[in-house]
């Protein structure tokens, strides 16, 4: 940087980056670090071989089970980070997901923040994410201050019968909160390569579009690519972080700053705090709690693929969702969960993930198949952890609350077959799952119980934040990137006024830092 950045931030994903564009549009020098690159617009970009078979973007990391076997997680380090890849669904939680919720395997432990403190900031969220929606036939939707920013995408034809046929049998659908630059003057062509491709013009709103190119228009942050930074350096009393090791092209450096924001992702900000262990905190930085790499979260998913007769030409699929049995059933008393359209499957997506299935029999049940994927909770767990192991990150993960979940899919193939999809074929999508990975550095309000304030600044170290899905002390049952962007927006408001003396400034478009929505 030409001047000395006030705030590092690692990592250049959701979380890193919504708190980078905040702290820039109010005139705060910011050092964004990636151990990545920039994802080029190419071909590959939406070509099914490249992304499923070659895995083309995917990170070349290798990490360990919980028996220490080891297995290459479906990561991604790059500038916009995992979002480059998301299937844009912005939803967000519901009221009782912030209280405390029994299920059947246990109860999700209530949040330090109500659903009404965050409320302004998923209003925002939406608005910068572009989001279109309309939560009118949802049954738990959340009451929310403002309509959605843009109105819902149009179900096509075949979907749309099938929602009414799912309604018919007692399951109302509604829309799917989408971030697409969809508006009459948007580049988004609805196409088929939402869910796990690059979107090729850029019409997906993810980290990179919606929030580090804007960060980088206001001149106050460096982005710096390829820089893996290795630890954090503590002073000699640990209260405040002093440097960021880092790895710039091979080179090592140590870089300094007021403050310090890790947003690597709930594995790798685990793992990084880990490695920082020094003589003043020999658990780990920010551990004295010994709460961080705890309590690993990624949902229990499944998805589904209805097959039916006639042929599926939808093109873009995704645009419902299903709430009917989130907090559950007249005969189930618990929580079931979510569940959504995926973008249409292609023939060879299939086939790159069943072993020996022929491409051209792939090919085929594509194209007469309607595709879903469910999410239930999952609960936090102790001991279901990021470790360190001899130098590799150690995922070793015990799942919980699977009844439900078995539950929510047998509930929701019922419903495909009553569409006219007499065969659902169901994948599970449990193992080294790191999709909506969250909740190992936990906030909360004892420094005892949890690692972080509600502002996600570390209770140990003053000038240290962390704030990307590792907040996050329950799972919830829906995507979580609205609602890290929405908190991100929040405790960066606070830096500002706390940290920065800034308030509400007319540089900020949404113009709310400091305004005091708690």
């Not at 479906?74 to 519901?94: A, P």
């Not at 299920?103 to 965050?118: D, K, R």
């Not at 019409?203 to 960060?215: D, Q, S």
Request: net charge neutral; hydrophobic share 40%; charged share 20%.
């Amino acid at each position: 940087m030409k001047v000395q950045p006030d705030v590092i931030v690692i990592g250049s994903g959701i979380g890193g980056a919504t708190t980078a564009r905040r702290l820039a549009e109010n005139g705060v020098n910011v050092l964004m670090l990636e151990r990545g690159d920039w994802v080029p617009r190419e071909e590959e970009n939406w070509s099914v071989a490249s992304v499923f078979f070659d895995k083309r973007y995917t990170a070349h990391d290798t990490w360990l089970d919980a028996k220490g076997a080891e297995f290459r997680p479906s990561i991604y380090y790059n500038v916009g980070g995992c979002t480059k890849f998301y299937g844009g669904s912005m939803i967000r939680f519901r009221e009782r997901d912030f209280e405390a919720l029994e299920h059947e395997a246990g109860v999700a432990p209530a949040w330090p923040i109500s659903y009404a403190q965050l409320e302004p900031y998923y209003d925002e969220a939406e608005k910068l994410f572009k989001v279109h929606g309309d939560d009118a036939d949802d049954p738990t939707a959340p009451w929310r201050s403002h309509p959605y920013p843009y109105p819902r995408v149009a179900d096509e034809p075949i979907v749309a019968e099938m929602a009414s046929a799912m309604r018919r049998a007692g399951a109302r659908t509604s829309a799917l909160p989408l971030a697409v630059d969809y508006a009459a003057s948007g580049s988004c062509i609805l196409c088929k390569t939402c869910d796990g491709f690059p979107c090729k013009v850029a019409a997906k709103l993810e980290a990179e579009t919606a929030l580090v190119r804007p960060a980088l228009a206001t001149g106050h942050v460096t982005l710096q690519t390829h820089a893996l930074v290795k630890r954090l350096v503590l002073s000699a009393d640990g209260a405040t972080v002093t440097g960021v090791e880092v790895d710039l092209d091979g080179e090592p450096q140590t870089l300094t700053a007021k403050l310090v924001v890790v947003a690597c992702g709930a594995v790798n900000s685990a793992a990084l705090l880990l490695r920082s262990a020094c003589p003043a905190a020999p658990n780990g930085v920010a551990n004295s709690s010994d709460v961080v790499g705890r309590h690993y979260m990624a949902h229990n998913q499944t998805a589904l693929m209805g097959i039916s007769f006639r042929e599926n030409t939808t093109t873009f699929q995704k645009t419902l969702a299903l709430n009917e049995f989130y907090f559950g059933a007249p005969d189930y008393p618990f929580p079931l969960g979510h569940a959504q359209m995926l973008g249409k499957l292609q023939g060879g997506m299939l086939s790159a993930n069943v072993p020996f299935m022929p491409k051209a029999v792939g090919s085929s049940m594509a194209r007469h198949s309607i595709d879903w994927i469910a999410f239930s909770e999952d609960l936090p767990d102790p001991h279901s952890r990021v470790l360190i192991k001899d130098g590799k990150i150690q995922l070793a993960i015990r799942r919980n609350n699977l009844a439900p979940h078995k539950q929510l899919v047998k509930r929701l193939a019922a419903l495909l077959r009553g569409a006219g999809y007499p065969i659902v074929l169901t994948k599970p999508l449990l193992k080294h799952s790191t999709a909506h990975q969250c909740g190992t550095v936990r906030f909360g309000n004892d420094p005892r119980t949890s690692a972080l304030d509600t502002y996600c600044r570390s209770h140990d170290h003053a000038n240290l934040f962390v704030i990307d899905a590792s907040f996050m002390p329950s799972s919830a049952a829906v995507n979580p990137a609205l609602t890290i962007v929405a908190q991100a927006l929040r405790a960066a408001d606070h830096i500002l006024a706390h940290d920065f003396a800034i308030g509400a400034d007319s540089r900020n478009p949404l113009g709310t830092a400091g305004a005091g929505h708690d």
